[in-house]
C-alpha cells in the first residue's frame, strides 16, 4: 500500500542524524519532528525564529503563541529559544543547518524544485524557500508522488517556477524514496506492497532502477 503523509514523515525522521540541525518546511515536512528515534537529538529550527521544536501538542495543551512558520501550534524543548526572523535567516543563509526537508509541487530529474506558485490560487510569495535551498547541503523533498490526476510529479523539467536549481539529493513519497543523481532519480526503496513496474509507470523524469529495489521499513 501507498505510504500516508504521517508514513512518510516516519521514513524520512529516519534520515535524521544525532546532533543534526535540521529546518522543517510546511505541509509533511513538520510531522518528522514527531517521530525522531529515540536516542537521537535534534534541534529543529523554523524560519520564523524557533530553535528547539518539539512534537505537535496534544489536544487542549496548544498555546495559540507558539507556532512554526506554517502557522501549526508547536511544543518546544528543554533549551527551546525563540528570535526574530533576521537572527533565523542567518542561521539559515550561514550554513548553520545540516538538513532541510520541504514539500514540493514538481522535481526534475536535475534535482530542480518548485514548491512556492499553487497553480490557480493567490500566493503571498515565495517565503523563506528560496533561501532554504540556496544555503543547505543537503535537501531532502517529502512529497506526492503524482497529483490528484495521477500525473507524475517528478519530471523531466519542471512546469512550475522553479525555488531552486540542482540541489534536491533525495525523494520521499508515498510510493518511494529516491536519490537525485547525475543520471536522474535513482530508486532506492519502494513502499510495501508497491511494485517497482508501477513506480515506473507514474515517474516521468529518468528513473534507474538497478538490482533488486527493498520495501522501505518504517
Not at 525522531?36 to 501538542?57: R, T
Not at 545540516?98 to 506558485?117: F, P, Q, Y
Not at 500525473?151 to 520521499?172: D, F, H, N
Amino acid at each position: 500500500m501507498p505510504l500516508d503523509k504521517i508514513g512518510i514523515a516516519k521514513r524520512i525522521a529516519q534520515e535524521v542524524k544525532d546532533g543534526y540541525y535540521v529546518n522543517l518546511g510546511i505541509g509533511i515536512p513538520t510531522l518528522v519532528a514527531n517521530y525522531v528515534p529515540e536516542g537521537i537529538n535534534v534541534e529543529f529550527q523554523s524560519e520564523n525564529g524557533v530553535l528547539g521544536m518539539g512534537p505537535f501538542p496534544f489536544e487542549g495543551e496548544e498555546d495559540a503563541d507558539v507556532i512554526n512558520a506554517g502557522k501549526q501550534t508547536i511544543t518546544t524543548l528543554p533549551g527551546a529559544s525563540f528570535f526574530d526572523s533576521a537572527m533565523s535567516f542567518s542561521m539559515i543563509r550561514g550554513k548553520h543547518v545540516d538538513l532541510t526537508i520541504l514539500g514540493a509541487m514538481e522535481v526534475s530529474e536535475e534535482g530542480d524544485i518548485a514548491n512556492w506558485k499553487i497553480p490557480g490560487k493567490m500566493v503571498k510569495g515565495m517565503g523563506g524557500a528560496m533561501d532554504l535551498v540556496a544555503s543547505a547541503e543537503n535537501i531532502i523533498v517529502a512529497m506526492m508522488h503524482v497529483n490528484k490526476a495521477g500525473e507524475s510529479k517528478l519530471l523531466k523539467r519542471c512546469s512550475l517556477p522553479l525555488t531552486g536549481v540542482k540541489c534536491v539529493k533525495k525523494i520521499v513519497t508515498e510510493l518511494a524514496v529516491l536519490a537525485v543523481t547525475d543520471q536522474g532519480f535513482k530508486l532506492l526503496e519502494r513502499a510495501p506492497g508497491v511494485t517497482v513496474d508501477y513506480i515506473v509507470s507514474v515517474t516521468e523524469g529518468k528513473l534507474i532502477v538497478e538490482g533488486d529495489i527493498p520495501e522501505m521499513i518504517i
